[in-house]
T-cell receptor, first 115, second 111 residues
Framework: DVKVTQSSRYLVKRTGEKVFLECVQD?????MFWYRQDPGLGLRLIYF???????EKGDIPEGYSVSREKKERFSLILESASTNQTSMYLC??????????????FGPGTRLTVL | GENVEQHPSTLSVQEGDSAVIKCTYS??????FPWYKQELGKGPQLIID?????GEKKDQRIAVTLNKTAKHFSLHITETQPEDSAVYFC??????????FGKGTMLLVSP
């Protein structure tokens, strides 16, 4: 089974702190994604990556950056956390072989609270 | 960009009833439409998907229909069971494997 793991289930940080959210997948997938999930807003794409050291902005990249130094690991970085970044963060990966129509496999999520 | 609208936001049914969730999309170039189920405390998981060259697809108690002309697609769950209670998301994609999700439907199946 594909497994996508996220470094923390719950995280509490202070305003202005630099925050790292880590995601690791074990199925040699090409594509990796970061979403945030908020009540009533569904899942919104922050950043995605098709290959090592490659990144593309999603719909809401402001205030975030990403890093993909190894194929299996995709990190989301909040340079200076703000209270409006309190949310559930979901990482996903997909094989990248089918082009359009790849199934995305999600991690369990990290609930981040910024005080 | 693509916009996906999903209705209803909440749906309560009795066990054994059918449930229908509807989505519309805005970009006629979209050609892949998956449905994800998210149980409490877990990430979303794909339950069924449909491509634009197909009008309907079934998998046991779940089915998805697609009307390309009207740009809408629907999820149908028959003989609902309490374990079907979850949040369901529709999504649309036209390229690069990225998905645009609807806002979700919370389905509650009462015994």
């Amino acid at each position: 089974d594909v497994k996508v793991t996220q470094s923390s289930r719950y995280l509490v940080k202070r305003t202005g702190e630099k925050v790292f959210l880590e995601c690791v997948q074990d199925m040699d997938h090409e594509n990796m994604f970061w979403y945030r999930q908020d009540p009533g807003l569904g899942l919104r794409l922050i950043y995605f990556s098709y290959d090592v050291k490659m990144k593309e902005k999603g719909d809401i990249p402001e205030g975030y950056s990403v890093s993909r130094e190894k194929k299996e690991r995709f990190s989301l970085i909040l340079e200076s956390a703000s209270t409006n970044q309190t949310s559930m963060y979901l990482c996903a990966s997909s094989p990248g072989l089918a082009g359009v129509g790849d199934e995305q496999f999600f991690g369990p999520g990290t609930r981040l609270t910024v005080l | 960009g693509e916009n996906v609208e999903q209705h209803p936001s909440t749906l309560s049914v009795q066990e054994g009833d059918s449930a229908v969730i509807k989505c519309t999309y805005s970009d006629s170039a979209s050609n892949y439409f998956p449905w994800y189920k998210q149980e409490l405390g877990k990430g979303p998981q794909l339950i069924i998907d449909i491509r634009s060259n197909v009008g309907e697809k079934k998998d046991q108690r779940i089915a998805v229909t697609l009307n390309k002309t009207a740009k809408h697609f629907s999820l149908h769950i028959t003989e609902t069971q309490p374990e079907d209670s979850a949040v369901y998301f529709c999504a649309a994609s036209k390229g690069y494997s990225t998905l645009t999700f609807g806002k979700g439907t919370m389905l509650l199946v009462s015994p």
